[in-house]
């Protein structure tokens, strides 16, 4: 992977990965970071919702948090829960939203990967950024060993597969 002299923060990131996550209030229940048509959507709210989705299983191709997700199905229902569309599938992400390098991300920013396979430079995997400082960490949907809606920081396995990180919200 080729890192971009504005990405040079990426190299430290990856060298300090067991850095705590930085805590903030998750306590709120689903119902109360619904937004009615005045509020506009922010960051902190998207990825605090985020987490209340922790621990629902994986399922392929689905949106519906009693079935489980898949990794764009996660995506999808925690922005339409706040009435914002968004592709469907991690694919359409692609040229979705504004590329921002690694030195500007911020929480609430998509992360996007390559499927399992590195050598194929398609998205097929993705998240939404939980932390940028100290060290990057993500929530996402995985059918891997954690197989849920997972909280994980960019190791060097994501790393590999690391496509672009876009910005959905302002």
């Known amino acids: 992977m080729k890192i971009d002299s504005d990405d040079s923060f990426f ?34 709210t998207l990825v605090n919702f985020a987490k209340t989705l922790q621990g629902i299983p994986y399922k392929y191709g689905s949106t519906n948090p009693k079935n489980g997700f898949d990794c764009s199905g996660f995506i999808t229902y925690t922005f339409n829960h706040f009435n914002f569309p968004v592709p469907r599938s991690s694919v359409d ?16 920013d998509l992360i996007l990967f390559t499927g399992t396979d590195s050598t194929k430079k398609v998205v097929g995997h993705m998240g939404i950024l939980t932390q940028t400082r100290d060290s990057i960490k993500f929530i996402h949907s995985t059918s891997g060993k954690a197989y849920g809606v997972t909280i994980t920081p960019l190791n060097k396995y994501y790393a590999g597969r690391f496509v672009k990180i876009i910005r959905v919200l302002d």
């Open 11 to 44: 190299a430290s990131v990856m060298l300090n990965q067991d850095s705590s996550l930085i805590t903030d209030k998750t306590t709120e229940s689903i119902d109360s970071l619904s937004l009615n048509d005045s509020t506009r959507l922010d960051k902190a």
């Open 93 to 108: 992400f692609t040229n979705y939203g504004s590329p921002i390098s690694f030195k500007k991300a911020l929480p609430g």
